[in-house]
């Protein structure tokens, strides 16, 4: 059986996430920085697909995401396994799930961890263009385009393209281009904005 390479899954936890939260719609990055200024929180459903010249179809995973402003976060992979990365308070945990149950990953590296804060805590308002690991550019259409600028980076993935909805403070779809052969669809369904969550969601496993 061929070996699968995949994109280290904080990392993709990390991009969910950072999706989410710049939930502006805009023509400008100053545009796009105050619709993101203006979500308190947002809960959605996303469909990963996992697409590879050597696989006759792509590997689906779905999941759920919370976000309530300004820092409390729920990423959680609910099929085929579940996993969950929660930010709250300050604190940051993983867990997945390992003969049915759900245990904490104590594997997950604190450069990692600090890596998933960044990223969330730059791309939550909007600050795309700020971001120093990444070369980004607005483009037509309602798309930010983001080419890693480090070139160990860049073997992990080549960019990543973000499509803006077009109903304002939704996000459409992000492609994230690994290699010529191999990419990762998500697709977001279901986002409801600003609407109330409760401090369990993003301290419960």
């Known amino acids: 059986m061929k070996h699968v390479p ?3 899954p904080v990392l993709c936890v ?3 996430m950072a999706a989410f939260m710049c939930l502006g719609w ?10 993101a200024g203006r979500v308190t929180s947002v809960k959605g459903e996303f469909v990963q697909e996992k697409h590879m010249k050597i696989l ?5 995973s779905t999941g759920v995401l919370y976000f309530r ?5 729920r990423g959680e992979y609910r099929q085929p396994v579940r996993s969950i990365l929660l930010l709250h308070d300050g604190k940051t945990r993983r867990y997945v799930e390992k003969d049915g149950k759900l245990v904490e990953d104590a594997t997950a590296s604190l450069q990692s961890m600090q890596m998933v804060v960044q990223e969330i805590t730059a791309w939550m308002s909007g ?5 120093p ?3 980004t550019t607005l483009a037509a259409g309602r798309r930010i ?9 860049a073997k992990l993935i080549q960019r990543i393209e973000i499509s803006l909805s077009d109903r304002p403070g939704v996000i459409k779809s992000v492609m994230i281009y690994e290699s010529q052969d191999s990419f990762t669809r998500l697709r977001f369904l279901n986002v409801v904005l600003n609407q109330p969550l409760d401090d369990a969601v993003f301290r419960k496993k």
């Open 127 to 131: 600050r795309f263009d700020e971001n």
């Open 14 to 16: 990390a991009l969910l």
């Open 145 to 153: 385009i983001l080419v890693p600028r480090d070139k160990s980076f």
């Open 56 to 60: 006759s179809r792509p590997l689906v």
């Open 6 to 8: 995949k994109v280290h």
């Open 69 to 73: 402003a300004p820092d409390s976060l």
């Open 26 to 35: 805009a023509d400008s990055w100053q545009g796009l920085k105050a619709g």
């Open 133 to 135: 690991a990444f070369i």
